[in-house]
T-cell receptor, first 109, second 114 residues
């Protein structure tokens, strides 16, 4: 079993839809949770960074962490074609980041 | 966040040769990391590049295959040695100043080994 599981998709939605991206993990020692966005042929870009359980909002993006269920989510409201990218979750433990496989998202105009 | 550049952006190399990838940051950073991203796979940490000391390698990665240099706080190199087609991948450097949890990535180097 991988430490971090993420549905690779692809996920296709119409413009304006609410998108939900999710990751599950097995290691209860993870304390920090990140979401990265990676456009094709580019490096990952840090989107959201949360510590422990709870919600964090930044514009159209909301990150949720549920440590009791070992489950994290990223919600994108009013999705735009420019949101089309691969979204990677990441968690930190012992000084290094563990990444999910990434979910490929396509937002159709 | 810091501006990070990598050279080369892509290369096609022959089996058995070596390639050195450079990572340059526009400001001094505490930590620099090297990752590999194979097709359809998640990012895997190769090593942490420590300024003034030996790099710290993750399980499955060795210094003879992936020697790393970090001569100062803004620059690092990763060499992929004695390459085989299995080394075909995207190699990314990342940096962190405040906390290893907040890492910022370069654009990556796309390597194809024939």
């Amino acid at each position: 079993q991988k430490e971090v599981e993420q549905d690779p998709g692809p996920l296709s939605v119409p413009e304006g839809a609410i998108v939900s991206l999710n990751c599950t993990y097995s290691n209860s020692a993870f304390q920090y949770f990140m979401w990265y966005r990676q456009y094709s042929r580019k490096g990952p870009e840090l989107l959201m960074y949360t510590y422990s359980s709870g919600n964090k909002e930044d514009g159209r993006f909301t990150a949720q962490v549920d440590k009791s269920s070992k489950y994290i989510s990223l919600f994108i409201r009013d999705s735009q074609p420019s949101d089309s990218a691969t979204y990677l979750c990441a968690m930190s433990q012992g000084g290094k980041l563990i990444f999910g496989q990434g979910t490929e998202l396509s937002v159709k105009p | 966040s810091a501006v990070i550049s990598q050279k080369p952006s892509r290369d096609i190399c022959q089996r058995g040769t070596s390639l050195t990838i450079q990572c340059q940051v526009d400001s001094q950073v505490t930590m620099m990391f090297w990752y590999r991203q194979q097709p359809g796979q998640s990012l895997t940490l190769i090593a942490t590049a420590n300024q003034g000391s030996e790099a710290t390698y993750e399980s499955g990665f060795v210094i003879d295959k992936f020697p790393i240099s970090r001569p100062n706080l803004t620059f690092s190199t990763l060499t992929v040695s004695n390459m085989s087609p299995e080394d075909s991948s995207i190699y990314l450097c990342s940096v962190s100043s405040s906390s290893f949890n907040e890492q910022y990535f370069g654009p990556g180097t796309r390597l194809t080994v024939t």
